[in-house]
Antibody, heavy 119, light 107 residues
Framework: EVQLVESGGGLVQPGGSLRLSCAAS????????MGWVRQAPGKGLEWVAN????????YYVDSVKGRFTIFRNNAKNSLYLQMNSLRAEDTAVYYC????????????WGQGTLLTVSS | DIQMTQSPSTLSASVGDRVTITCRAS??????LAWYQQKPGKAPKLLIY???SLESGVPSRFSGSGSGTEFTLTISSLQPDDFATYYC?????????FGQGTKVEIK
């Protein structure tokens, strides 16, 4: 059974940093693109970033470029999102999701982890 | 970026109704479109990919159609479990974008 379990969310002050983690199991992690999608409270879904199977290629939504970094550790079956220079508008539930390609839909999602950016 | 616009934003329907949700893209995305269902406090669930392909395990009352810039998600006979919010997502470009969502409510 495919499982994606996010962790690392919490309360951070504006300008602060946080790293989210996603532990994957039930599939061959290093054969899939992976991504992060977020959802602000009461709002819709917003794609944040995607990363290639071997970590050699990454894509970001414009609003996080230069502040967020997606990376992975295939030996640990784990995906990460390093978030720096956090803003109030980054407040959201962050979902880890499996992608079937570099431009693709997401076929499995984690349960999400909440990031709140507030002073 | 490609903008995705769903209509309506909210839909009130009864069990057994046929329901149609529309998603329009700001430019052609060929057939690179997915539909998701999301219930409160839960992660989205993939229903349809490549505009009309049903994801494994999804009931056959769900169907998708369209190409280019206009797409539809149809629920042939609405069931109690189907009251949720539905999102479309394009993946024609590397900058992935979602529609704003359509909430299907009980009439």
């Amino acid at each position: 059974e495919v499982q994606l379990v996010e962790s690392g969310g919490g309360l951070v002050q504006p300008g602060g940093s946080l790293r989210l983690s996603c532990a994957a199991s039930g599939f061959t992690f290093d054969t899939y693109w992976m991504g992060w999608v977020r959802q602000a409270p009461g709002k819709g879904l917003e794609w944040v970033a995607n990363i290639k199977q071997d970590g050699s290629d990454e894509y970001y939504v414009d609003s996080v470029k230069g502040r967020f970094t997606i990376f992975r550790n295939n030996a640990k079956n784990s995906l990460y999102l390093q978030m720096n220079s956090l803003r109030a508008e980054d407040t959201a539930v962050y979902y880890c999701a499996r992608s079937v390609g570099w431009r693709s839909n997401f076929d499995y999602w984690g349960q999400g982890t909440l990031l709140t950016v507030s002073s | 970026d490609i903008q995705m616009t769903q209509s309506p934003s909210t839909l009130s329907a009864s069990v057994g109704d046929r329901v149609t949700i529309t998603c329009r893209a700001s430019q052609s995305i060929s057939g690179w479109l997915a539909w998701y269902q999301q219930k409160p406090g839960k992660a989205p669930k993939l229903l349809i990919y490549e505009a009309s392909s049903l994801e494994s395990g999804v009931p056959s009352r769900f169907s998708g159609s369209g190409s280019g810039t206009e797409f539809t998600l149809t629920i042939s006979s609405l069931q109690p479990d189907d009251f949720a919010t539905y999102y479309c997502q394009q993946y024609n470009s590397y900058s992935l974008t979602f529609g704003q969502g359509t909430k299907v409510e009980i009439k």
